[in-house]
């Protein structure tokens, strides 16, 4: 049964980097069946998807337009974890951030859907001095 | 970005009753559509993908139906541990994006 196991600090000062871990495991980890995903959830912007790595060859990255720029996701597959990093955080990064598991769920002739079915329990993450 | 509206926001049902949510994409997403139920101080908990098919072990009380841009999440014969919030969530087009929820209360 796979879990999703996350780390790291539940405070971060003000533009100083978020860094987060999500460790996997009884699954596979490299496979095309699968992205890796995170997501944060705060009141004032509810649910929102962050970015995802997914191996299909290579390990390859999406992000999303509102935090492009400052946000990397990082893969270590010796320890079965990839791992958030957020840069410059101010007040508004404050959240709930989760990791998730996608699994493809269709195909066409050009791209792979994925869709989230193993989440992570949640990092509470504040951002202050 | 492709955006997601829910209605209503909240409502309110007794044990036993049936309650339908609808979901609202801003353009066509075809079947890509996700619902997850989510408890206060939980992770959501993913129930349907493809728009109406189930994940494993979620009972069949939960039904999705829809395509393009409207569907629709029913729960029928409501239980206590089925009050909660539920989104949906499109993943037709990066970025993924979430509905605004709608939390199911106790009347």
């Known amino acids: 049964q796979i879990q999703l196991q996350q780390s790291g600090p539940g405070l971060v000062k003000p533009s100083q980097t978020l860094s987060l871990t999500c460790a996997i495991s009884g699954d596979t980890f490299s496979t095309i069946s699968f992205t890796w995903n995170w997501i944060r959830q705060s009141p004032s912007r509810g649910l929102e998807w962050l970015g995802r790595t997914h191996y299909t060859s290579e390990w390859l990255n999406d992000y999303a337009f509102s935090v492009k720029g400052r946000i990397s996701i990082n893969v270590d597959t010796s320890k079965s974890q990839f791992s958030l990093q957020l840069n410059s955080v101010t007040p508004e990064d404050t959240a709930v951030y989760f990791c998730?598991?996608?699994?493809?769920?269709?195909?066409?002739?050009?791209?792979?859907?994925?869709?989230?079915?193993?989440w992570g329990k949640g990092t509470t993450v504040t951002v202050s001095s | 970005d492709i955006q997601m509206t829910q209605s209503p926001s909240s409502l309110s049902a007794s044990v036993g009753d049936r309650v339908t949510i609808t979901c609202r994409a801003s353009?066509?997403?075809?079947?890509?559509l996700a619902w997850f139920q989510q408890k206060p101080g939980k992770a959501p908990k993913s129930l349907i993908y493809g728009a109406s098919s189930l994940l494993s072990g979620v009972p069949s009380k939960f039904s999705g139906s829809g395509s393009g841009t409207e569907f629709t999440l029913t729960i029928s014969n409501l239980q206590p541990e089925d009050f909660a919030t539920y989104y949906c969530q499109q993943y037709s087009t990066y970025p993924f994006t979430f509905g605004p929820g709608t939390k199911v209360e106790i009347k």
């Open positions: 353009q066509g997403i075809s079947n890509y």
């Open positions: 998730a598991r996608a699994r493809v769920v269709g195909a066409t002739r050009f791209q792979y859907y994925y869709s989230m079915d193993v």
